[in-house]
């Protein structure tokens, strides 16, 4: 007899920096962007509020969590 089971699937937690002038392009007009990449990929994608400060003087990083499924973050 085998019981029944639910097959998980590993889930992952990837961060990657971007440089903070370009978040907007991947925000897009009233976020519309970033609502397409989550429905698309149906990965949940997080945008720090806050920069990094970069010792250079420019505007910093900004961190991006994606978590997820493999399937879903690559």
Do not use: H, Y
């Not at 029944?4 to 907007?24: S, W």
């Amino acid at each position: 007899r085998r019981d029944d089971c639910l097959a998980i699937e590993p889930f992952f937690l990837l961060q990657v920096t971007l440089p903070n002038e370009l978040v907007g392009a991947i925000i897009g007009p009233r976020g519309a962007k970033i609502q397409e990449i989550r429905q698309m990929t149906q990965a949940n994608i997080i945008i720090d509020d806050q920069a990094i400060p970069s010792g250079n003087g420019g505007s910093g990083d900004r961190i991006i969590t994606i978590e997820g499924t493999a399937e879903q973050i690559t």
